[in-house]
């Protein structure tokens, strides 16, 4: 076991981590920490694009506006404006690194997607996501002031309170290196938590196995706020196969003219909202849920097959082939979709500059809960915040200063021993995603939401003797942090007592004249 010492921890490598790096200033020592590779965090799989203001007769107040009628009136509107009106900014920025934007006669070709007024989807083909993240990955590694730390899983963040020092503030964080198997102290005045979201709590989702709302627990544990952890956005086209595993069917496609429909060709989207197929992902998810339990189906079907093969290939081509390869021809066919748990629009709070409760601890993307997405997160949102807040946190990390580095004590597991039933984890593991799924997912009621806390409470009790008496791994470290996550979504949703955006209830279907959000405080 070792202590390492730097100026930032930044805790993921997804845009927002990858940003936060590049943007701060080359002469701070900064430790990128990835519990995987550089390249396996959910941004790579963003395939739509990002949201911002690029084109003539758009405008702010239009962006503002879409986002906040989303939000079913929950956003935050400094928050809003904020990164409405710095995404611009952030894609010149992202340009000036050489990101391959798709153009369409010498000028940035612009998608529309579901809930956006105009066409302000920036993207690359159909894997904008990928494209952006590998640019951002070379730089990272060619950056001599970064160094990157793959394979190391955060364990929890140490604090003034941890070491009996007055005062809120983060000084540091423990990691399980699992490449040596062992938990490294790294110590640094500034820390970012930059670990994505929680899809993995269900048991269908579109995210990464990375997605186990780490950030958000371990921020928690360390005594800071979390908030509106309510708001699951459920993805309503993610491909039904049972060899696709999480394979996204991008928005853009419904904003191309993708049609929804049912196993006998009638569609559905009319006659649950006017907008149809372009009406917020809250909506289309629900309105597949409905029919699919409404007529006992498996899936919906999304088609486009209407467009011309060569309109296909030149939009959707990673679509295309990954359908191919299972034997689905989109240019012929429907692709059968389901929804899926996709982004977390809760989380830890923070102020326009990422700052959390603690001193020196800060969150940025879909760890953090900015107020930009309120009960439902408008699409292409969420990697303009990634890059908007890493900005803004590197400039308030930039003028905060370096504080002297504190003796932090090295990780005792001097008095456990290792495990001998791995079985309970990946059991417990199950039972939480599928429970989750039936109890907390798309429609929810009082008695659902009763049944998953009994069930949270009882996984909680033995995993916290589990992780008392035995090494940590990856899976248990994963598994501890789901159930807390899923802990605090029941405790969110147990609190609004409305139907609003994201979160339907039967018990409260009505949505009430004020819209506030939902604030956990620990303790």
């Known amino acids: 076991m070792s202590s390492k010492h730097f100026d930032v921890l930044i805790v993921g490598s997804g845009l927002a981590g990858l940003s936060a790096a590049l943007q701060l200033p080359s002469h701070l020592r900064i430790a990128l920490l990835t519990k995987g590779e550089l390249n396996e965090g959910a941004s790579a799989w963003a395939q739509g694009g990002i949201a911002a203001v690029m084109a003539e007769g758009d405008s702010f107040d239009a962006h503002v506006q879409d986002t906040l009628v989303a939000g079913a009136g929950l956003c935050d509107l400094p928050a809003t404006q904020f990164v409405v009106e710095h995404a611009p900014e952030a894609i010149r920025w992202l340009m000036s690194l050489g990101v391959p934007f798709t153009e369409e006669d010498g000028a940035l ?47 929890d963040l ?27 102290t790294f110590s640094a005045p500034h820390t970012i938590l930059a670990t994505g979201g929680a899809g993995k709590v269900y048991l269908y989702t579109t995210n990464p196995d990375t997605a186990t709302g780490d950030g958000i627990a371990a921020a928690w544990r360390a005594g800071c706020r979390v908030q509106n952890m309510e708001f699951i956005q459920f993805h309503p086209t993610c491909l039904y196969h049972p060899h696709a595993k999480s394979f996204l069917i991008s ?36 309105a597949i849920d409905f029919e699919m339990k409404k007529q006992g189906l498996d899936c919906v079907y999304l088609d486009i097959s209407h467009k011309s093969p060569a309109f296909l290939k030149e939009h959707f081509p990673n679509i295309l082939e990954r359908c191919r390869q299972l034997g689905i021809d989109i240019t012929t066919q429907p692709i059968p979709v389901v929804p899926a748990a996709h982004y977390t629009c809760g989380g830890v709070a923070t102020d326009l500059a990422g700052r959390t409760d603690l001193a020196g601890l800060y969150a940025v993307g879909e760890t953090a809960c900015t107020g930009l997405h309120g009960a439902n997160r408008l699409a292409s949102n969420s990697l303009v915040e990634c890059m908007v807040f890493a900005k803004a946190t590197a400039h308030a990390i930039e003028h905060a200063g370096l504080a002297h580095p504190l003796a932090i004590p090295l990780w005792d ?11 309970v984890i990946s059991h417990n593991w199950d039972e939480l995603r599928r429970f989750m799924w039936d109890y907390v997912g798309i429609v929810r009621t009082n008695k659902r939401l009763e049944r998953a806390a009994h069930r949270i409470a009882l996984l909680q009790s033995e995993i916290h ?22 802990d ?6 147990q609190a609004r007592h409305e139907s609003r955006g994201l979160h339907f209830t039967k018990d409260y279907p009505e949505t009430l004249g004020e819209a506030l959000p939902t604030v956990l405080t620990p303790g």
């Open 465 to 486: 003797e589990y992780y008392a008496h035995f090494h940590v791994t990856r899976d248990l470290l994963e598994l501890r942090n789901l159930v807390l996550v899923a």
């Open 109 to 155: 070709h612009l998608t529309r997607e579901g809930g956006h007024s105009e066409r302000r989807i920036v993207h690359v083909t159909d894997a904008t996501g990928a494209a952006v993240q590998q640019t951002l990955i070379k730089k990272v590694l060619a950056a001599p002031n970064i160094r990157i730390f793959n394979h190391h899983m955060l364990v």
């Open 158 to 184: 140490i604090t003034h309170q941890k070491l009996g020092l007055p005062g809120q503030q983060c000084v540091g964080l423990y990691a399980l290196d699992e490449q040596t198997d062992s938990v490294v």
């Open 413 to 423: 597991d001097s008095r456990v021993t290792d495990a001998n039933e791995a079985v």
């Open 251 to 286: 928005e853009a496609v419904r904003g191309e003219g993708g049609l929804l429909k049912l196993p006998d060709g009638t569609r559905f989207m009319p006659t649950h909202d006017a907008r149809a197929e372009l009406a917020p992902r809250d909506v289309v998810a629900r």
């Open 488 to 493: 605090l979504i029941v405790r969110c949703a």
